[in-house]
Nanobody, 121 residues
């Protein structure tokens, strides 16, 4: 198993930037594909981005492509989400998650508790 703890959320003005962090503990971090998701008020959970075990491959949802960047540091057991050009509609609780498979529509097995991001317009 792996335990995940997100941080870095907060209040930011539209057009601003935030970097979310996710600290992993437990089983070997490099065994996991990592992803970021979000759930806005009254909305379903939405996939944002994923990164492969070594970080060599990434995949983004169209809604954030070009604005958000996922990265990882396996030496520090960390995964990050750099968010630029934030919009009011990016307001949501952001979650990191882990799975052992790479691909689209993969079920993520482990989840963090989430961190709130609020973008003021």
């Amino acid at each position: 198993q792996v335990q995940l703890v997100e941080s870095g959320g907060g209040l930011v003005q539209a057009g601003g930037s935030l970097r979310l962090s996710c600290a992993a503990s437990g089983r070997q971090f490099s065994d996991y594909v990592m992803g970021w998701f979000r759930q806005g008020p009254g909305k379903e959970r939405e996939f944002l981005a994923s990164i492969s075990w070594s970080g060599g491959n990434t995949y983004y949802a169209d809604s954030v492509k070009g604005r958000f960047t996922i990265s990882r540091d396996n030496a520090k057991n960390m995964v990050y989400l750099q968010m630029n050009s934030l919009k009011a509609e990016d307001t949501a609780v952001y979650y990191c998650a882990a799975t052992t498979s790479w691909g689209r529509n993969i079920e993520y097995k482990f989840w963090g508790q989430g961190t709130q991001v609020t973008v003021s317009s």
